[in-house]
Nanobody
Framework: QVQLVESGGGLVQAGGSLRLSCAASGSIRSINGMGWYRQAPGKQRELVARITSIGYTAYLDSVKGRFTISRDNAKNTVYLQMNSLKPEDTAVYYC??????????WGQGTQVTVSS
């Protein structure tokens, strides 16, 4: 069981940038799909971006062109570069495999707050 710890969140003004990191306790080399998810208060968790082991990426429509997901298998880390942040990006951001299943655990996530 690979454990994941998210970091890099914070408070930024609209238009600002943040780089989130997802550090794994074990190797992620064998995990084909990894993703970043987010959950705003009162809303369901949604997939923001995903990446395969060979670098194929896909994004939520609302973040296309602003967010970039990447992974460094040697460092067992997945990143999410977030630029041109908007208030609607405010949420707790989580990383996990993609797709997820019912037995997967979620970490504490990292809070991203974007002010107007």
């Amino acid at each position: 069981q690979v454990q994941l710890v998210e970091s890099g969140g914070g408070l930024v003004q609209a238009g600002g940038s943040l780089r989130l990191s997802c550090a794994a306790s074990g190797s992620i080399r064998s995990i084909n799909g990894m993703g970043w998810y987010r959950q705003a208060p009162g809303k369901q968790r949604e997939l923001v971006a995903r990446i395969t082991s060979i670098g194929y990426t896909a994004y939520l429509d609302s973040v296309k062109g602003r967010f970039t997901i990447s992974r460094d298998n040697a460092k067992n880390t997945v990143y999410l570069q977030m630029n041109s942040l908007k208030p609607e990006d405010t949420a707790v951001y989580y990383c996990n495999r993609w797709p997820i299943n019912g037995s997967d655990y979620w970490g504490q996530g990292t809070q991203v707050t974007v002010s107007s």
